[in-house]
T-cell receptor
Framework: GQSLEQPSEVTAVEGAIVQINCTYQ??????LSWYQQHDGGAPTFLSY????GLEETGRFSSFLSRSDSYGYLLLQELQMKDSASYFC???????????FGTGTLLAVQP | GAGVSQSPSNKVTEKGKDVELRCDPI?????LYWYRQSLGQGLEFLIY????????KSGLPSDRFSAERTGGSVSTLTIQRTQQEDSAVYLC?????????????FGSGTQLSVL
């Protein structure tokens, strides 16, 4: 089966850097994705890592280590609008379906 | 439209009634997912359609739940004999799966309330 673990909550201040970790277990791993969901909204895609290393997209970066079954999302120069839930997701298994972690609620404080 | 469309946006029903939830994916997207999200919780996988392959129904919580996708496009999730624990937001997502890139586009969801 597939399973993912993330911290349930993270708190940080504006302008700071925060890292949200994700460990996963899956068969037939294809890649690790990250999604952002604001309260009352739909999840939106942030990043996708298929290979080891760091992918950077503006203030957000995502890292993957396939050998450690581990990844993280790094958010820099935090803004109040970054307050949201962040989900990691893996595709794998026989049908490559996408399974989501339980989500990390990020609270950015002034 | 340009995005994933779900209807209705809100549905209130009585325990024991059947409900149908509709999803219109982005045109040309071959993959379609249904997820369920309870308040403050994660996204629970329900079912996955990929092209002409048999759907992956491994996430459906009971035989009261079923889904179909007609003509490789519109999908309907049906819940029979609804129970109060079925109350949640039901999210549909679609993707154009190429080379393993799994960028899902989500609809705004259907908020289901079972009284």
């Amino acid at each position: 089966g597939q399973s993912l673990e993330q911290p349930s909550e993270v708190t940080a201040v504006e302008g700071a850097i925060v890292q949200i970790n994700c460990t996963y277990q899956t068969s037939g791993f294809y890649g690790l994705s990250w999604y952002q969901q604001h309260d009352g909204g739909a999840p939106t895609f942030l990043s996708y890592n298929a290979l080891d290393g760091l992918e950077e997209t503006g203030r957000f970066s995502s890292f993957l280590s396939r050998s450690d079954s581990y990844g993280y999302l790094l958010l820099q120069e935090l803004q109040m609008k970054d307050s949201a839930s962040y989900f990691c997701a893996v595709g794998g298994g026989a049908t490559n379906k996408l399974i989501f972690g339980t989500g990390t609620l990020l609270a950015v404080q002034p | 439209g340009a995005g994933v469309s779900q209807s209705p946006s809100n549905k209130v029903t009585e325990k024991g009634k059947d409900v149908e939830l509709r999803c219109d994916p982005i045109s040309g997207h071959t993959a379609l997912y249904w997820y369920r999200q309870s308040l403050g919780q994660g996204l629970e996988f329900l079912i996955y359609f990929q092209g002409n392959s048999a759907p992956d129904k491994s996430g459906l919580p009971s035989d009261r739940f079923s889904a179909e996708r007609t003509g490789g496009s519109v999908s309907t999730l049906t819940i029979q004999r609804t129970q109060q624990e079925d109350s949640a937001v039901y999210l549909c997502a679609s993707s154009l799966v190429t080379g393993g890139d799994e960028k899902l586009f989500f609809g705004s969801g259907t908020q289901l309330s079972v009284l």
